[in-house]
């Protein structure tokens, strides 16, 4: 019943969830250690009395893909929130690569919380796709793609117009450059959404539940774009979905989150065929039920 | 049948020649109306952006400025502006004209800082987000995104300002600026066909609003384009 | 020379404030005025009658976009062409009473436009007279969201009130540039004119907070 890899004995012989180490998790492939590309160490977070992350650890190796799943509520979009630096942390640091996102140095060495200047450099590795898809209504898709690299990257506008449309072609609209957001599908949109994010070439990729808001038959197109991203390109990702199904077929690594924490995590097939906890078992039997 | 009393001169002006005399006026109310939304809009973002700001010292300000020209008469501030400046302790002689202006556009600027205000507070947050996620500065943020969305909010509550405007200008008339009030009161005392001219400037004036109106109604369409569901690109 | 004369101000406070019961009798005659006409104006722009709604609808819309000085000089000047005699204050009180009317008007349109057509339909059914229909029936309904806007709106005629010294109506900015001519100093009286303004507006403006919050309460 325990594979050589069991997650159960290492779990419960660490008391707490401390996250299996990249090089356990990804071991078939690889043997030597690998430096994360993205660390949460200790990272708690609350609303008032409400704990939403709590003493959070988590590396995530470069490249890896990495698909968060778990009940409403238990935080999992928060995790992606707090690394975009859309929301504080209470506690806890957190690196992406060799920077401390959340803290700097000071002259003398101490860590204090990071002004802006510093957050902005580090928040440039990560780029993030929202459900709601947030799109800018009063740009076209050529312009929403451009408007970051030419505003903040400085790159003259015409390099960004080329870039941008071999994005846009990238994830299939082409044809749509200029279109404006009202006139696009709920699929074309979160299609331009993900073009915009690479555009800024962030090494982290965040892809909060993209899908949810789109209608069934749309959401094929977008999944499978997430798929030629992870088979052209090294980029590492982190996906919060529901989608069971593509989690299974396309993550390297699979969290089961619950109540603020990583409460089960491995392979999709580990987690998937073999879940060791209870609250993991009871999760994946109700979304078979629903679907 | 125009009910007119000749004056002691005997001189009747028909409709004719009554218009042109306005028009001279209506061209001093079109500029002040225009000066005056232009400090109006250049005073009412960052009032606006003062009031919602968490620095306590500028949002005091901020609604220091704003409760104080709204709550105030428009008229009482012309004469401030007019009588007060010019006397010490202050010493500062205006022109009329600048004394309408900066009047009319700080008055206005006040209501239109709420206005903007509220536009700001409309637009949605996950504009904030994407803007955020995509590394924008502050600064950058607020003039490509949010301000863009923000004005065409502004504009269906920004025209019944600037006709409220309209409106006001015809108080500077009463600080002897020679706008389209002055002008009808003036003709009046020298023809005494107060029906004519006066109805002639109601007029005037309804005309002025509707093209303020019909203005606005094609800079907003301007501004939302490509968001109306299947409109054209 | 000091910067705010206080002993002035203390001098000329009586006169202001006799000057003031002017502007605030002057406000409350013309409200009331305006909410009775603007009643009768917001129903006869609803009729189904267009040769009532039509006209009516032109007239709130004529005087909505037009000056309220204007159309205060025409009452004073044109009025006595037609044999009618009134003072100042009167023809101010009537101008300024119209001007809002029309605004009022617009307000009940809102306000009777959200009484559900049941209840509208149920009046007909019972066979009501019209009278009583909005007396008992639509009005009570219709009234209580407006009352906020309509308290704002009594703020602003309090402001406009002013204008009227075009024609030379006493009211307090009248009076506070008289004695600022006398006196050659307007500092003072025009401040104090301005506090004036600024006290009441910030009064009523929370009192209409108050009663806003007191409705929804309900």
Not at chain 1, 6 to 30: F, K, Y
Not at chain 2, 149 to 159: K, R
């Amino acid at each position: 019943m325990t594979s050589p890899l069991s997650t159960s004995n290492d779990l419960s012989r660490r008391g707490n969830l401390t996250p299996l180490l990249p090089q356990e998790a990804t071991a078939m492939h690889e043997s030597k250690p690998v430096k994360p590309i993205v660390s949460f160490q200790d990272v708690t977070k609350s609303y008032g009395n409400f704990t939403v992350l709590d003493h959070l650890n988590l590396d995530v190796a470069p490249g890896e893909k990495v698909a968060i799943i778990g009940p409403s509520g238990s935080g999992k979009s928060t995790l992606l929130r707090v690394l975009m630096t859309l929301e504080g942390i209470d506690d806890g640091l957190i690196r992406v690569e060799d920077d401390l996102l959340t803290h700097m140095p000071n002259r003398n060495g101490v860590l204090v919380p990071a002004n802006d200047r510093h957050i902005r450099r580090v928040r440039g590795k990560i780029g993030m796709v929202f459900q709601s898809f947030n799109l800018f209504p009063h740009m076209t898709a050529l312009q929403n793609v451009i408007e970051a690299p030419v505003q903040v990257l400085g790159m003259k506008r015409a390099e960004a117009c080329e870039r941008a449309a071999d994005l846009l072609e990238l994830v299939g609209l082409g044809s749509k450059l200029g279109h404006y957001p009202s006139q696009l599908s709920g699929g074309q949109q979160q299609r331009v959404a993900i073009a915009r994010a690479l555009a800024m070439r962030p090494k982290v990729m965040l892809f909060d539940e993209v899908t949810s808001a789109l209608d069934p038959e749309l959401c094929g197109e977008v999944l499978n774009v997430i798929r030629k991203l992870g088979a052209e390109h090294n980029l590492t990702m982190l996906m919060v979905t529901h989608q069971m199904g593509f989690a299974r077929e396309f993550a390297d690594r699979v969290c089961f989150f619950y109540k603020g924490q990583i409460h089960e995590q491995g392979t999709p097939a580990q987690i998937f065929e073999h879940p060791q906890q209870e609250r993991t078992c009871a999760f994946l039997s109700a979304v078979k039920e629903a679907n | 049948m125009p009910i007119s009393l000749l004056n002691p001169d005997g001189q009747v002006l028909t409709m004719g020649e009554l218009l042109p005399l306005l028009i001279q006026g209506a061209w001093v109310t079109l500029q002040v109306t225009f000066f005056g939304s232009l400090l109006a809009i250049v005073v009412a973002i960052p009032a606006a952006l003062g009031r919602m700001s968490p620095w306590r010292a500028l949002s005091w300000f901020s609604i220091a400025y704003i409760e104080v020209f709204r709550g105030t008469s428009l008229l009482v501030q012309l004469f401030w502006l007019f009588f007060v400046l010019p006397l010490p302790p202050f010493n500062l002689e205006l022109s009329p004209y600048s004394v309408a202006i900066v009047g009319l556009g700080l008055h206005i600027g006040a209501y239109g800082a709420e206005v903007m205000r509220g536009a700001i507070s409309s637009v949605a947050k996950g504009q904030y987000e994407a803007a955020t996620a995509l590394n924008f500065s502050g600064y950058k943020r607020f003039r490509r995104i949010i301000l863009p969305q923000a004005l065409l909010a502004a504009i269906a509550p920004g025209t019944n300002l600037l006709i409220e405007l309209l409106k006001n200008t015809s108080l500077v008339s009463l600080i002897t600026l020679s706008d389209l009030s002055f002008r009808a009161r003036q003709l009046d005392q020298a023809t005494f066909q107060t029906l004519e001219i006066f109805s002639l400037a109601l007029v005037m004036y309804f005309v002025l609003a509707q093209a303020i109106n019909l203005g606005m109604r094609s800079v907003e369409r301007r501004l939302a384009r490509g968001r109306m569901r299947g409109g054209l690109s | 020379m000091t910067l705010f004369d206080w002993t002035y101000a203390w001098q000329i406070l009586p006169d202001l404030l006799r000057a003031s019961l002017n502007t605030m009798g002057i406000t409350l005659i013309g409200f009331l005025i305006a909410i009775v006409l603007g009643l009768f104006l917001a129903i006869g722009r609803r009729s189904r009658r267009s040769w009532l709604s039509w006209p009516i609808a032109g007239v709130i819309e004529f005087i909505r976009s037009t000056p309220l000085l204007i159309q205060v000089y025409f009452l004073y000047y044109v009025l006595p062409n037609f044999g009618v005699s009134m003072t100042a204050m009167q023809v101010g009180i009537i101008g300024i009473g119209v001007h809002y009317a029309c605004y009022i008007a617009e307000v009940y349109r809102g306000g009777l436009d959200a009484v559900p057509r049941a209840q509208w339909e149920a009046v007909t059914a019972l066979n009501i007279a019209p009278y009583s229909a909005y007396r008992n029936i639509i009005l009570p309904q219709a009234l209580r969201p407006i009352l906020p806007p309509l308290g704002n709106y009594l703020v602003a005629m309090l402001k406009d009130t002013p204008v009227l010294s075009a024609i030379t109506v006493v009211e307090i900015m009248q009076q506070a540039k008289n004695i600022g001519s006398e006196n050659f100093r307007y500092l003072e009286p025009i401040t104090m004119v301005g506090l004036f303004f600024l006290a009441l507006s910030i009064a009523l403006a929370y009192l209409v907070r108050r009663l806003e919050l007191r409705l929804e309460l309900r």
